[in-house]
Every structure is written in structure tokens, then in C-alpha cells.
């Protein structure tokens, strides 16, 4: 199975501050097709998981765009240009490259 | 408005048997594929098991392989997931989701609230 790891684990920032989380995978991510599968999921306390991003890059609708994607490869990262409140929560990447799709550890997003 | 509601978890022994379902609502649930995704609590995610629109193509992550079974009754909208010889590891919120095409793939666009299910004597 493809691995997927995040750093860090834990986050904390400051209200109206950039925030990065990266998320790397253990073999390539590039599909036959040229695509890179890889998602971004927000999992606030208490709710289950929406989706942000998708194929590295492209914000899901009703997504702010203080997110943003980027990445190629094995490597990608998800930055928030001004954490609000409303951003506290758990952050994942998910590969749907290769099966079984697998996801990243998590990444604890909390305000300072 | 599109609805997953999930339902039937509970406490099991090790060694027993449940079966969850979800419920789809606002949406034409025979056109679309759907996903069983898990979360061991205070842990991550993981890929359980998919089906295709019309029931005949499934897929299991391999540590859930010959111990669960997922089925779908399009008539009724509404997907299950048959879990036997559970294991203490199996404890975890049970999410279903619904794919964007008929055929299972990366792109699931709406997830359910979970169902618990808790393995322990």
C-alpha cells in the first residue's frame, strides 16, 4: 500500500497567519492517465470529514480560497494564507492514485 | 439536498458478527457507486470497501478481505456493509460516501455523519 505521511502532526497558529501542512507519499502518485489523484480533507471537531482539495490543486465548491494546493510528484503541501478560527480542526491528504486508497495520518490544526 | 445516514452500530463481541447501512436520500442512488471509509477512534482514516452502481464490482482493503461484505438494495437506496468475525482493531466510526460517477474511484463528494462500532468482551 501506498504511505502516506504529513508533517507535522500538530499545528498551532496564530488567528489572521500562514499555515503549511505537507504530505508526502511513498511512491509516485501519477496515474497512467497523467493525473495526480491526491485530495485534501478538513475534519472539524465533532463532523465528519468534507473534502477541500482535489487532484492537488483544485478548491472543492464553497471552499475559501485562503486554501490552496500545490505539489507534483510525491511532495504536496496545503497552505492557508490566514488561519481563521473556523480552520481549527484535522487535516488529511488522500491518495487515489493506487488501491487501496490510503491517507495521511492527520494533521492537528489549533489556534495559539 | 443530498443525505447519507448511516445506522445499525453497536457493541459486538470479538469473534461476531453486524451488519451497517446507509441510508441515501436526494439523489438517484442506483446511478452512483458508494465507499465504506473508517476512523479508529482518536485516529486516522481508512479505506474499507466500494461498490459499483449496479452491485456487481466491489472492493475490499485487504485487512477486511473475507470478513466483510458490502451489497447494495437500489430499491430501497440504501448500502450496507456485513461485518463477521470481528476483531477488537475493527472498532471505529464507519463513514459511507457517495461517489461522483457509477463506477468506484477517487471521487466521492458527500460523506455521512458515522456509525460506531465497538468490538470488545
Known amino acids: 500500500d501506498v504511505v502516506m505521511t504529513q508533517s507535522p502532526l500538530s499545528l498551532p497558529v496564530t488567528l489572521g497567519q500562514p499555515a503549511s501542512i505537507s504530505c508526502r507519499s511513498s511512491?509516485?502518485?501519477?496515474?497512467?492517465?497523467?493525473?495526480?489523484?491526491l485530495n485534501w480533507f478538513q475534519q472539524r471537531p465533532g463532523q465528519s470529514p468534507r473534502r477541500l482539495i482535489y487532484k492537488v490543486s483544485n478548491r472543492d465548491s464553497g471552499v475559501p480560497d485562503r486554501f490552496s494546493g500545490s505539489g507534483s510528484g510525491t511532495d504536496f503541501t496545503l497552505k492557508i494564507s490566514r488561519v481563521e478560527a473556523e480552520d481549527v480542526g484535522v487535516y488529511y491528504c488522500?491518495?487515489?492514485?493506487?488501491?487501496?486508497?490510503?491517507f495521511g495520518p492527520g494533521t492537528k490544526v489549533d489556534i495559539k | 439536498e443530498v443525505q447519507l445516514v448511516e445506522s445499525g452500530g453497536g457493541l459486538v463481541q470479538p469473534g461476531g458478527s453486524l451488519t451497517i447501512s446507509c441510508s441515501a436520500s436526494?439523489?438517484?442512488?442506483?446511478?452512483?457507486?458508494m465507499h465504506w471509509v473508517r476512523q479508529a477512534p482518536g485516529w486516522g482514516l481508512e479505506y474499507v470497501s466500494n461498490?459499483?452502481?449496479?452491485?456487481?464490482?466491489?472492493y475490499y482493503t485487504d485487512s477486511v478481505k473475507g470478513r466483510f461484505t458490502i451489497s447494495r438494495d437500489n430499491s430501497k437506496n440504501t448500502l450496507y456493509l456485513q461485518m463477521s468475525s470481528l476483531r477488537p482493531e475493527d472498532t471505529a466510526l464507519f463513514y459511507c460516501?457517495?461517489?461522483?460517477?457509477?463506477?468506484?474511484?477517487?471521487?466521492?463528494?458527500?460523506w455521512g455523519q458515522g456509525t460506531l462500532v465497538t468490538v470488545s468482551s
Open positions: 511512491q509516485s502518485l501519477v496515474y497512467s492517465d497523467g493525473h495526480i489523484y
Open positions: 488522500m491518495q487515489g492514485t493506487h488501491w487501496p486508497f490510503t
Open positions: 460516501m457517495k461517489d461522483v460517477g457509477s463506477v468506484a474511484g477517487w471521487d466521492f463528494d458527500y
Open positions: 436526494g439523489f438517484t442512488f442506483s446511478n452512483y457507486a
Open positions: 461498490i459499483n452502481n449496479n452491485g456487481y464490482t466491489t
